[in-house]
């Protein structure tokens, strides 16, 4: 057993990282009250923690070559506590975005990487499967444990003890870390400042077009934004449309870059030439797919079980298990069927069950999800997602040579972060811009009197907020509407969230839909060996 001390201490840094987002998430209506805050200020904070670790996970890998892996898989671990105490002690949303979203999101972007690597580093052979498959099992075991520990912790005690936790853990983490081989290289190339700039404000400015979507506007400026009073929508398009056009160009700009400096003999921040390897760029793509789907889920179904259903953290962590548990079951089901089957017969079997279980969810999205279809549809989703994380972590490490692990591991990080930031805020976008759509119709065509039709349709002119559905009768009131219209408002409001939810289960099913195309590059050998030589 001693040989597999290395993984278990990788794999607790590895469940800490993984936990994060499941805790904060089905913590989101009591971290709403406690720190007086909306739905969309956490989104933001869900979102920007991701793209925090996306846009600068490529740095991250580069600095684990520089100083190496070991060296910054402590450095990131140290990082990751401090940021995880300041989100403990946040008195307010600004502090919590500081703690959680940025310096978690700096210190995970050296300790995904390293974990891959290090990985890599330490087995050989059947070993290192069986190791990355570990890894694989911790994470859906983190996706499992997460919302029942949030939830139980929140509920019976305070959310914030959850990241005094991660505080303890993290640093075991570093006190264990000597027992770590680090067998990589360190470069002493420079790190191109250029490359940085051009990657994370690139992918930032992608993400947060499509986060400010649900106000600004896909195209069609809605709620425009004002610098002096004055309205920002260029040539009449919506500020959304122009960040992600932007964003997608510095993208573009970064590729090019990154050519010409391997073209020079200089080192680039990640060496794009990897992308022509079929099976990497195939199980990358994937990997992205897969996670933006997860973080829909983890968006969506927890603010409708707790704004709508006014259920609490423990409950809702109860509703989302069934994901949870047979996410750890076909991840260990995966890691055995791959002596039969083929990695790309294995994902393909997971990508058509997750389209399966979209499909399952939106068809048993009633008022109060309590139907048994519901948890059928939570349980194929968590197979679904189990037999992809089986495999593609293997599938992208065993596609390059030993001296591009760590840029793998970075890769794989920004490929994971991106598509939760991607996933949170689409899935998040179509579910508050649905809301309002299906509300603002509600209102027109109700039996409400005219003056106070007119009433509503102007006070949410700009769009409608998340709140706890209980409430929206006392709101009404207090805004001069009579018992009878106020319920008729309450009614409406919990019909269009309904409404939205499904409209967003149908945006999971395109997502799944659409990752069924990245896969065909995925090997169809059995035993997936590691390439012999850094050239693609």
């Given at each position: ?269 990640v060496d794009v030439r990897m992308f022509s390897i079929t099976s990497l760029r195939s199980g990358l793509s994937v990997l992205g797919a897969q996670y933006a789907v997860t973080a829909g889920l983890f968006f969506m179904v927890p603010v409708y079980l707790q704004m709508t259903l006014g259920l609490d953290a423990l409950e809702t962590g109860i509703r989302i298990f069934p994901l949870s548990v047979s996410l750890v079951l076909f991840s260990i089901v995966g890691t055995r069927l791959s002596h039969r089957m083929t990695p790309r017969a294995i994902v393909r079997m997971g990508q058509v069950l997750l389209v ?181």
């Open positions: 057993m001693k040989k597999w001390t290395v993984v278990g201490v990788l794999g607790c840094a590895q469940f800490v990282m993984v936990l994060d987002g499941t805790v904060m998430n089905v913590s989101i209506s009591t971290v709403v009250t406690d720190l007086d805050t909306s739905v969309s200020a956490m989104q933001a904070a869900i979102t920007f923690y991701t793209l925090t670790m996306a846009a600068f996970m490529l740095l991250g890998a580069k600095l684990g070559d520089v100083w190496g892996r070991r060296r910054a898989f402590v450095v990131g671990s140290c990082i990751y506590a401090v940021g995880s105490l300041i989100t403990a002690l946040s008195p307010n949303v600004q502090f919590l975005f500081l703690g959680w979203s940025v310096i978690e999101g700096l210190g995970a972007v050296l300790v995904i990487p390293a974990i891959a690597a290090l990985v890599a580093d330490n087995y050989r052979g059947a070993d290192r499967v069986t190791a990355f498959a570990i890894i694989g099992a911790v994470s859906g075991a983190a996706v499992a444990a997460g919302p029942l520990i949030g939830g139980a912790v929140t509920t019976y005690f305070d959310w914030r003890y959850v990241f005094v936790a991660e505080v303890v853990i993290m640093l075991a983490v570093v006190a264990c870390a000597r027992i770590i081989t680090d067998a990589g290289t360190r470069q002493s190339a420079r790190i191109d400042v250029l490359s940085v700039v051009l990657s994370s404000v690139g992918l930032v400015f992608v993400v947060y077009g499509m986060l400010q979507s649900k106000t600004w506007g896909w195209i069609v400026p809605l709620a425009t934004p004002e610098i002096g009073g004055v309205p920002v929508a260029p040539l009449g398009i919506s500020m959304s449309a122009w960040f992600m056009t932007l964003g997608g160009v510095l993208i573009a700009v970064f590729v090019i870059r990154q050519r010409r400096l391997a073209e020079q003999d200089r080192a680039p921040l399966v279980s979209a499909v399952v969810l939106l068809g048993s999205a009633t008022s109060d999800l309590r139907s048994g279809l519901f948890a059928v549809g939570m349980f194929l989703a968590g197979s679904a997602l189990g037999l992809l994380a089986s495999q593609l972590g293997n599938v992208n490490m065993s596609s390059v040579s030993e001296s591009q692990t760590s840029e793998v591991g970075g890769l794989q990080g920004v490929f994971q972060n991106l598509g939760s930031s991607l996933g949170t805020a689409l899935i998040g976008s179509i579910l508050i811009g649905a809301l309002s759509t299906s509300f603002a119709s509600g209102v027109a065509h109700s039996d409400l009197p005219a003056e106070t039709r007119a009433t509503i349709s102007a006070a949410t002119e700009n769009g409608v907020t998340i709140v706890p559905a209980s409430t929206v009768t006392t709101i009404a009131e207090d805004a001069g509407l009579s018992d009878e219209d106020a319920s008729t408002l309450a009614h409406i409001y919990r019909d269009s969230q309904l409404s939205s939810l499904r409209v967003s289960f149908f945006g999971l099913i395109l997502i799944s839909l659409l990752s069924l195309l990245f896969s065909r590059g995925i090997p169809t050998e059995i035993a997936v060996r590691r390439r012999a030589s850094a050239s693609p």
